[in-house]
């Protein structure tokens, strides 16, 4: 929070709330932390953030931090992708779906104690937008690209014509924009904290969601207390520390040791042990997430759709899901997940079938096979629990038809940085649904805006003009049929063209401490701190 300097007075309780501040901090973050203090809540993650500007970031570590900093036009009803009011009261559309105009709570300020009205929220729209905004710096913006086309993309424009009002004008009806709207990557925060150090905005954001963040010691924990402005309820934890925890016995001690309230993405096996435990529950939060494997069609041999046919065939999908992932994971057929606006069930899983692989391959010429990369995050991901182990098994599936794969271990930083710029022949990765709309798994993963090199999300770099026309279709259709069908296309194209293999679609695990209350699951793996209070 800013302090103004007018008075020595101000100064010295400002030094000693810091200090105070520190004080809570260290004691919380020793080993034990918070067991003896209802107010704390300590929580495990897999790793650590990437960056806390929820614009510049894709990972869900990073987005469901900033989810408890950041507040949105609107969100998501706890538990379901329906849209309720959130810095915005009301909202309603022009005719041809080309306008929409919110209308804000008023009186709302971010945690520096600045107004949250329409010129802020239009401040931050422009940033994403506009490359030419002052505040908007070198980063990708990955998801305002993926969900809006680009820079400008579909949005023409950004009104405020007073305190609360906000229109936004777009250049086509856009049928998820409400979704959209309500993910973690579009939340609002503080032109005064972003125009004042826009770098430096990704380590301590100022934002006006329930919690602020007090402390980030990389690769250690993330620190965030409850923000005195927060219009809503006031959480029951005060104090919410995010450890990271990569080495996962670890990680499982600690939830049984009670060192940790709750543990966010453990591994199957671990969940099978930590079911039988009294002192803690498994919550499956519903299945939104696709793991797959992309194949770079810009790079020598998978520009050819029968060597991508051949890895399909190559990799044994039903022994993986088996070997690899828990309750609730199923061997993805369509792209998009099972139940999804567009599913299509004439597309099915390719089989495991190494000799139609192989005459595959010597069809494309290939008979000796061909020597390539694999790109994998050494870090767990909610889709993909074992990520060393599952690229052994996927190299060996491939080595058994000839194709001879060089493995590419990352920290997932670098990882991020190497795929979404090329670097890779091949990459395993992974999604996590951010709204419940089929766009949301085809458009940004697939479709030729989103591969842009350096931001890409579509890591197989694959640009097909007629699957590009699905996308518009299904983006601009206001009725659920024709969405429907577009959809329906696209995942039969994905499955015909396969620019990647889609390899499980599963829930995702937590593990919370019996002790807490109020934990709803949400099938975007997104943790509501601000509801969850001591069991009493």
Same mark, same amino acid.
């Given at each position: ?344 069930? %004439? ?7 190494? /000799? *139609?692989?192989? $005459? #595959? ?5 290939? &008979?000796? +096979? ?85 931001? %890409? ?7 097909? /003009? *007629?699957?590009? $026309? #699905? ?5 601009? &259709?206001? +009725? ?57």
């Amino acid at each position: 929070m800013d302090v103004h300097d007018s008075h020595a007075l101000t100064r010295v309780r400002a030094r000693a709330a810091a200090g105070l501040l520190a004080c809570a901090i260290l004691a919380a973050c020793g080993d034990g932390a918070g067991r003896d203090d209802p107010s704390t809540l300590v929580v495990g993650q897999v790793g650590d953030a990437i960056g806390l500007d929820p614009s510049h970031e894709t990972d869900g570590i990073s987005l469901n931090v900033t989810s408890q900093v950041f507040d949105t036009l609107v969100r998501f009803r706890p538990g379901s992708f329906d849209v309720v009011p959130g810095i915005a009261t009301s909202w309603s559309a022009s005719a041809d779906g080309r306008a929409w105009t919110f209308v804000l709570r008023p009186g709302l300020r971010f945690s520096d104690g600045t107004p949250l009205d329409a010129a802020a929220v239009k401040y931050n729209f422009d940033r994403w937008r506009l490359r030419e905004h002052p505040a908007h710096g070198e980063g990708g913006y990955p998801y305002y690209r993926s969900q809006f086309g680009g820079s400008p993309g579909d949005v023409a424009a950004v009104l405020a014509p007073n305190r609360t009002t906000l229109t936004l004008r777009l250049r086509d009806p856009l049928a998820p924009l409400l979704r959209d709207l309500a993910m973690p990557s579009f939340g609002i925060g503080s032109p005064a904290a972003i125009a004042r150090d826009p770098a430096g905005f990704g380590v301590r954001p100022v934002a006006s969601g329930p919690y602020a963040v007090a402390e980030w010691v990389r690769g250690d924990h993330i620190t965030l207390q409850a923000n005195p402005r927060w219009s809503g309820p006031k959480p029951a934890y005060r104090t919410v520390i995010v450890r990271a925890i990569p080495d996962q016995n670890t990680s499982l001690l600690s939830i049984q040791k009670g060192d940790i309230s709750a543990l966010a993405n453990p591994r199957p096996e671990d969940v099978r042990v930590l079911a039988d435990q009294a002192n803690v529950r498994v919550y499956e939060q519903p299945s939104n997430a696709l793991m797959y494997v992309a194949m770079n069609v810009g790079k020598r041999p998978f520009g050819d759709v029968r060597v991508r046919r051949a890895v399909a065939y190559a990799i044994d999908i039903p022994s993986i899901v088996r070997g690899f992932y828990g309750r609730g994971t199923v061997v993805a057929g369509n792209w998009t997940p099972p139940g999804m606006l567009g599913e299509n069930p %004439a597309v099915a899983a390719y089989p495991y079938d190494p /000799a *139609r692989a192989k $005459a #595959l391959l010597a069809s494309a010429g290939l &008979a000796a +096979g061909f020597p390539t990369d694999l790109y994998y995050p050494t870090t767990p991901r909610p889709y993909m629990p074992d990520p060393e182990r599952l690229a052994q098994a996927i190299a060996t599936d491939l080595g058994a038809v000839g194709i001879d794969v060089r493995l590419e271990p990352l920290e997932f930083g670098a990882f991020l940085r190497a795929v979404r710029s090329g670097e890779h022949a091949m990459c395993l990765a992974g999604w996590t649904g951010d709204d419940g709309d089929p766009d949301d798994f085809t458009y940004p993963l697939l479709d030729a805006d989103g591969a842009v090199p350096g931001s %890409a999300q579509n890591l197989s770099f694959w640009r097909d /003009a *007629r699957f590009h $026309a #699905l996308m518009l279709a299904g983006r601009r &259709a206001t +009725g659920e049929r024709r969405r429907r069908a577009a959809y329906m296309q696209a995942n039969a194209m994905i499955h015909d063209q396969v620019p990647a293999v889609a390899i499980v679609h599963g829930t995702v695990p937590l593990v919370v401490s019996r002790a807490v209350a109020g934990v709803i699951p949400r099938p975007d793996s997104i943790l509501n701190f601000e509801r969850w209070k001591p069991r009493t």
